[in-house]
């Protein structure tokens, strides 16, 4: 998959579709937070954007109405920025794992999950 990066007010849409799941623009402009105050056109040109990128899918219920649900969830979403983040800022996984534990309290149980995960992964 292919990097994907959202802005700040893309992110803001997403999480609401993510949440709520398929939305018109007017559902959406609803959605937002009191301190956001966006017109319908303003969230119109981010999920065009959004489902530029592959993101949203649209389903056109009238010549005048949309609703958009999102293609990607948030989970395959975050898994791609980590694995982005990851090539991008460190030689390797072991060094990103290293920086980890040597900076956290990481837990006797949170070893075991990394152990068990590894253990999988080379089952595979």
Do not use: C, F
């Not at 837990?107 to 152990?115: A, G, R, S, V």
């Amino acid at each position: 998959m292919s990097e994907i990066h959202l802005t700040n007010a893309e992110r803001i849409i997403m999480e609401i579709i993510w949440n709520k799941g398929e939305l018109s623009n007017n559902e959406i402009v609803e959605l937002l937070s009191e301190d956001i105050e966006w017109s319908r056109h303003t969230v119109k040109t981010y999920t065009y954007s959004l489902s530029e990128k592959g993101l949203l899918g649209i389903n056109q219920e009238s010549p005048r109405k949309m609703k958009y649900y999102p293609i990607l969830s948030k989970d395959e979403y975050l898994a791609n920025a980590t694995s982005n983040h990851l090539r991008d800022n460190y030689k390797n996984l072991s060094y990103m794992v290293a920086g980890l534990i040597n900076n956290e309290k990481v837990t006797d149980k949170e070893i075991e999950e990394l152990e068990n995960l590894i253990k999988h992964y080379k089952e595979k």
